[in-house]
């Protein structure tokens, strides 16, 4: 017997999903592996495909809002800051300055909420179950402040053409003051936990490196662009709603590995916390809401494309109107859609144990890749 | 030299290994913040907007007009009307007011919308049911209520 027919090995293939619970939602890979290697991996997407911008065009612009809500509800906010403000910028609506900030604010909390899932998910990913329950625990303070304000815990329908539905409640500040003042040592936690600890830096440094360049190349954005050390953030860059007065500078890490894409949302946890500070302090007195908007308005004809940094990314939105109350055009761009993208050439000769790690590290969300 | 960089691997290892393990029994100690949900209940938020009520007038009747705002402004298209006119009535009357709770997604536009404050989403969350027939609401059944909200528009 020759070495070359002795060690000859065959390829087989796996099937990862879709109800794989390390796929976050109906994620599918068919993996073609060599031993413990990958040699080709096929993604399918789609099976959460729920036809938003049809939907969208078969509507008037206010029903569309709260279906806004459902195209990342992990993060649900950032869609409708888009439509409203897409909206806003046709019709020519100045809104409130106290509108603008408390769109921040909900922002930035929906930001940290969004993330502490991540935090959670990732480390329960790689087999840690702890970091799960806290990144939970934390986020309950954030859902307990948007309840209080909106209504809902996930799909709040707060925002509205000209402002926002609602002032904030007077139970809002001491409870913000409470938060603001327990979380940083959460944070702390956080990283006492996981920083330095062996299992965890072992699965994730070096693991799914993505160079600057082909980040670009993907039309990666968000945490994941700037964790391969590209410094773009669209609160700096394109300040929009409040942005632009509180100032605001993007945490950029250089590796890009997957340990990075986690260090950048841990630390973007810490900005969002600053903003939040800054802006239940700088809060301007005045209405929350435009005057004399109709609920049910006949947008002029025009196009507009809106730009909005979601946790996940650049959440874009084509608007393009007739002037009829209904758009001729709606298209999304959603940032997990090309974040995930780039999958299969990250997952090309990584070992099996490493798939999950890269996969979790991207922070994803089906409903926004297939919307 | 191999050794020596092993073993303080160990150390470092095992050091941050014993930071984690001090944080997770400093946690451990502190107040649960988990309930024991059918036995314990949250307090919902008074904006909480749990399922569609209609609010009863001094008599206990609607204060609806069958104006059909909220049926122009429904994404879900859950709410059913009819209506007649009737001669020397200003307006129409309402013949029946159904809300099918099956498919409504809980936005609360119809609340905003409504001009005569007819509507109101009341903290009421339970109402699941076995069967589809349930999540019919006609007019009793939205005029009746356990809880009284507390957060008007």
Same mark, same amino acid.
């Given at each position: 017997?020759?070495p070359?027919t002795?060690?000859r090995?065959?390829?087989?293939?796996?099937?990862?999903?879709?109800?794989?619970?390390?796929?976050?939602?109906?994620?599918?890979?068919?993996?073609?592996?060599?031993?413990?290697?990958?040699?080709?991996?096929?993604?399918?997407?789609?099976?959460?495909h729920?036809?938003?911008?049809?939907?969208?065009?078969?509507?008037?612009?206010?029903?569309?809002?709260p279906?806004?809500?459902?195209?990342?509800?992990?993060?649900?906010i950032?869609?409708?800051?888009?439509h409203?403000?897409?909206v806003?910028?046709?019709?020519?609506?100045?809104?409130?300055?106290?509108?603008?900030y408390?769109?921040?604010i909900?922002?930035?909390?929906?930001r940290?909420?969004?993330h502490?899932?991540?935090f959670?998910?990732?480390?329960?990913?790689?087999?840690?179950?702890?970091?799960?329950l806290?990144?939970?625990?934390?986020?309950?303070?954030?859902?307990?402040?948007?309840?209080?304000t909106?209504?809902?815990?996930?799909?709040?329908?707060?925002?509205?053409?000209?402002?926002?539905?609602?002032?904030?409640?007077?139970?809002?500040?001491?409870?913000?003051?409470?938060?603001?003042?327990?979380?940083p040592?959460?944070?702390?936690?956080?990283?006492?936990?996981?920083?330095?600890?062996?299992?965890?830096?072992?699965?994730?440094?070096?693991?799914g490196?993505?160079?600057?360049s082909?980040?670009?190349?993907?039309?990666?954005?968000g945490?994941?662009?700037?964790?391969?050390?590209?410094?773009?953030?669209l609160?700096?860059?394109?300040?929009?709603?409040?942005?632009?007065?509180?100032g605001?500078e993007?945490?950029?890490?250089?590796?890009?590995?997957c340990?990075?894409r986690?260090r950048?949302?841990?630390?973007?946890?810490?900005s969002?916390?600053?903003?939040?500070?800054?802006?239940?302090e700088?809060?301007?007195?005045?209405?929350?809401?435009?005057?004399?908007?109709?609920?049910?308005?006949?947008?002029?004809?025009?196009?507009?494309?809106?730009?909005?940094?979601?946790?996940?990314g650049?959440?874009?939105?084509y608007?393009?109107?007739?002037?009829?109350?209904?758009?001729?055009?709606?298209?999304?761009?959603?940032?997990?859609?090309?974040?995930?993208?780039?999958?299969r050439?990250?997952?090309?000769?990584?070992?099996?144990?490493?798939?999950?790690p890269?996969?979790?590290s991207?922070?994803?969300?089906?409903?926004?890749?297939?919307r | 030299?191999?050794?020596?960089r092993?073993?303080?691997?160990?150390?470092k290892?095992?050091?941050?290994l014993?930071?984690?393990?001090v944080t997770?029994?400093?946690?451990?100690?502190?107040?649960?913040?988990t309930?024991?949900?059918?036995?314990?209940?949250?307090?919902?938020?008074?904006?909480?907007?749990?399922?569609?009520?209609?609010v009863?007038d001094?008599?206990g009747?609607?204060? $609806?007009?069958? /104006?059909?705002q %909220?049926?122009?402004? &429904?994404?879900?298209?859950?709410?059913?009307?009819?209506?007649?006119? =009737?001669?020397?009535?200003?307006?129409?009357?309402?013949?029946?007011?159904?809300?099918?709770?099956?498919? $409504?997604?809980? /936005?609360?536009? %119809?609340?905003?919308? &409504?001009?005569?404050?007819?509507?109101?989403?009341?903290?009421?969350? =339970?109402?699941?049911?076995?069967?589809?027939?349930?999540?019919i609401y006609?007019?009793?059944?939205?005029l009746?209520?356990?809880?009284?909200?507390?957060?008007?528009?």
């Amino acid at each position: 017997m020759t070495p070359e027919t002795a060690y000859r090995t065959e390829e087989f293939q796996v099937n990862v999903g879709p109800q794989h619970p390390s796929t976050h939602g109906v994620f599918r890979m068919v993996l073609t592996m060599d031993g413990e290697r990958v040699v080709d991996c096929e993604p399918h997407i789609g099976f959460l495909h729920r036809s938003m911008e049809k939907m969208a065009e078969n509507r008037l612009y206010i029903q569309f809002l709260p279906m806004a809500d459902r195209i990342d509800y992990l993060s649900s906010i950032f869609c409708t800051v888009a439509h409203c403000e897409a909206v806003e910028q046709l019709m020519e609506i100045d809104v409130p300055a106290r509108a603008k900030y408390l769109r921040t604010i909900m922002m930035e909390l929906c930001r940290i909420a969004s993330h502490s899932i991540f935090f959670g998910v990732f480390a329960l990913d790689l087999g840690a179950v702890t970091p799960f329950l806290y990144g939970f625990r934390e986020r309950e303070l954030t859902m307990d402040l948007l309840e209080m304000t909106t209504g809902q815990r996930m799909t709040f329908n707060y925002c509205r053409f000209g402002g926002v539905a609602d002032d904030l409640p007077d139970s809002f500040f001491p409870t913000v003051e409470k938060f603001v003042k327990v979380f940083p040592a959460r944070l702390d936690d956080y990283d006492r936990i996981l920083n330095e600890n062996e299992i965890f830096v072992a699965r994730t440094k070096n693991v799914g490196t993505v160079e600057a360049s082909r980040a670009i190349n993907y039309g990666w954005t968000g945490p994941n662009l700037r964790a391969s050390g590209v410094d773009f953030d669209l609160r700096r860059n394109r300040p929009y709603e409040a942005y632009g007065e509180l100032g605001y500078e993007p945490v950029v890490l250089q590796n890009g590995d997957c340990y990075d894409r986690y260090r950048a949302r841990i630390l973007e946890m810490r900005s969002s916390h600053e903003l939040i500070k800054k802006c239940v302090e700088g809060l301007p007195e005045g209405p929350v809401q435009a005057e004399k908007i109709s609920k049910f308005p006949k947008v002029p004809a025009g196009e507009v494309y809106v730009r909005v940094a979601s946790p996940r990314g650049d959440y874009g939105l084509y608007l393009l109107s007739e002037g009829a109350d209904k758009p001729y055009r709606y298209k999304l761009r959603t940032p997990s859609f090309n974040n995930l993208s780039m999958i299969r050439e990250m997952l090309l000769g990584v070992y099996l144990a490493d798939i999950v790690p890269i996969f979790g590290s991207l922070d994803v969300i089906l409903p926004d890749v297939d919307r | 030299m191999n050794v020596f960089r092993a073993l303080g691997r160990v150390i470092k290892g095992t050091w941050w290994l014993f930071v984690g393990m001090v944080t997770t029994t400093k946690h451990m100690l502190r107040r649960s913040i988990t309930i024991q949900y059918p036995r314990q209940r949250f307090e919902q938020w008074p904006r909480f907007r749990g399922r569609l009520a209609m609010v009863p007038d001094e008599e206990g009747g609607h204060k $609806c007009t069958a /104006c059909a705002q %909220c049926l122009r402004i &429904c994404p879900a298209a859950c709410i059913t009307l009819e209506r007649h006119k =009737e001669e020397g009535v200003k307006g129409f009357l309402v013949d029946a007011y159904v809300v099918d709770l099956g498919l $409504c997604i809980y /936005c609360g536009l %119809c609340v905003e919308v &409504c001009n005569f404050g007819a509507l109101e989403m009341i903290p009421e969350y =339970e109402i699941s049911a076995y069967d589809k027939a349930d999540f019919i609401y006609d007019i009793p059944k939205l005029l009746a209520r356990q809880l009284e909200p507390e957060f008007k528009r």
